[in-house]
């Protein structure tokens, strides 16, 4: 459909800085501070500019006419471009902002101490009701507080119970580098499967995938004659850390925490456990 032209002269004046543009349109103000109210006037503005129509602009390439509009109905008054929403924008009396603003959009100062409607961008974005959505992974390790406690939940079937001895169990993935992940503890919820387990060994939580439960200990350790003697839905609590734990930084800084055990894989179970974990994360390592 043709969009019927409404602005019916737009002229400049030179020998003001910055320069003044007198633009008279039929348009109302809702219209006329819609997106793209200009850029459908184009072929409108350029007959009557006879060319194209171009804006002054600064060193920094900011339009910097002041424009006085006659719009609809019987009305007068001074605005700027905005030139990411080609539509105009009001401004205020000497002293106030300007009572419209693009759609979602705020406020901010440019370069030449000017507000300027901007949309939000890079840490968040905000809607036209005000509502902030955080973006994606814009919150790392680094920037929280190793007072922060983090919360998970991690399912170990059987199969992965008994194989953990040769290939532990991933429970926390590594935080990143110069980052240490500090277990605080470990609810375990034994489910009961009908068979009873088996032989093994202590069971630990433990910084890095190295097997039959060698790596540095993260946690406190259940011992399996515990796990082996259980016949009933059981809840487990395992403290975090392991006492006087000694080990090189590169050995637990970026790495993950695994579940193993040492000694021997246990046997003939079924009983899967589910795993509520709280730790935290130190940075600046």
């Known amino acids: 459909m043709t969009q019927t032209s409404t602005i019916t002269s737009i002229k400049r004046e030179f020998n003001l800085s910055p320069n003044f543009v007198g633009i008279q349109t039929t348009a109302d103000l809702a219209a006329i501070t819609t997106t793209d109210y200009f850029a459908n006037e184009k072929n409108n503005i350029e007959f009557l500019n006879n060319g194209v129509w171009q804006w002054e602009r600064n060193d920094l390439g900011e339009i910097t006419d002041l424009i006085l509009i006659f719009y609809s109905p019987v ?24 009572n419209t603003l693009p759609s979602a959009e705020i406020f901010v100062g440019n370069a030449s101490n000017i507000a300027t409607p901007v949309a939000a961008s890079g840490a968040f974005t905000l809607n036209n009701a005000g509502v902030a959505t955080l973006s994606n992974d ?61 032989g093994g060994g202590r069971i630990a939580a433990q910084y890095g995938n190295t097997n039959h439960g060698n790596g540095p200990k993260a946690s406190s350790t259940v011992g399996e004659d515990t796990i082996d003697g259980l016949v009933t839905e059981t809840a487990i609590y395992v403290n975090g850390g392991a006492g006087a734990v000694v080990a090189d930084m590169s050995a637990i800084v970026n790495t993950g925490i695994y579940l193993s055990n040492i000694s021997a894989p246990f046997a003939t179970g079924n009983s899967d456990l589910v795993l509520y974990i709280r730790y935290r994360i130190r940075g600046g390592l």
């Open 75 to 98: 009305q007068i008054g001074f605005f700027t471009f905005d030139e990411s929403t080609q539509s105009f924008v009001s401004l205020a009396d000497n002293g106030n902002l300007s």
């Open 138 to 198: 814009i919150v790392g390790y680094a920037n929280l507080s190793s007072a922060v406690i983090k919360e998970i939940q991690v399912i170990v079937t059987d199969a992965e119970f008994i194989a953990m001895y040769a290939t532990p169990k991933l429970l926390i993935p590594s935080a990143g580098p110069g980052n240490l992940i500090l277990l605080d503890d470990i609810l375990i919820d034994f489910m009961y499967g009908g068979v009873q387990y088996t």
